[in-house]
C-alpha cells in the first residue's frame, strides 16, 4: 500500500512538473536570467509549492503518518555552512543544466543523452555527499 501511494504520489508531482514548464531547461534558464530575457512564471510554481507545503507542516506537527513511519522534522531554522554549500552547489547546476533532481527524473524519458549524463552527475553527487559532508565535519570540528 505504501508503494501504491508514494508511485501515485510521484505521478502528480511529475506531472505537475510537466504541467508548470518545470522539465523545460530553457524555460528554467530564463527564470535565472534577470538582466536579459528574465521569465518570471516559474515564481509562480515556487509559490503553488511553498504554499501547500506551509500548510503540510502546520497539519503534520505532533501526528504520525497513518502508512507508518515518521514525518520529517521541520528545516532547521539557523544558516549553516552545510546549507550554504549546498544552496551555492544546487544553485549553480541548476544554471548550468536547467534541471534539478525532480525535473531531471521527469524529464529523463525525453532528455536525450544529455539528460541521462545529468542523472549520472546527480546520482554520483548523491553518493559522494555522505561521505564528503562526515570529512569536511571531521577537520572543521
Not at 40 to 69: E, N, S
Not at 96 to 109: F, K, R, V
Request: charged share 10%.
Amino acid at each position: 500500500m505504501r508503494r501504491l501511494f508514494a508511485a501515485l504520489a510521484g505521478g502528480v508531482f511529475g506531472t505537475g512538473l510537466m504541467v508548470s514548464g518545470m522539465v523545460d531547461t530553457a524555460k528554467v534558464r530564463g527564470w535565472l536570467d534577470i538582466f536579459g530575457a528574465w521569465d518570471p512564471t516559474l515564481a509562480f510554481v515556487m509559490g503553488g509549492a511553498i504554499a501547500p507545503m506551509a500548510v503540510a507542516w502546520f497539519f503534520t506537527r505532533g501526528r504520525t503518518p497513518r502508512l507508518g513511519g515518521s514525518f520529517p522534522p521541520p528545516p532547521e531554522q539557523r544558516l549553516g555552512r552545510p546549507l550554504i554549500v549546498g544552496s551555492v552547489l544546487f544553485g549553480m547546476g541548476w544554471g548550468l543544466a536547467g534541471l534539478c533532481p525532480g525535473p531531471a527524473l521527469a524529464s529523463a524519458s525525453f532528455n536525450g543523452a544529455q539528460g541521462l549524463v545529468f542523472l549520472a552527475a546527480m546520482a554520483l553527487g548523491m553518493y559522494a555527499a555522505p561521505p564528503v559532508r562526515a570529512r569536511l565535519s571531521e577537520t572543521h570540528a
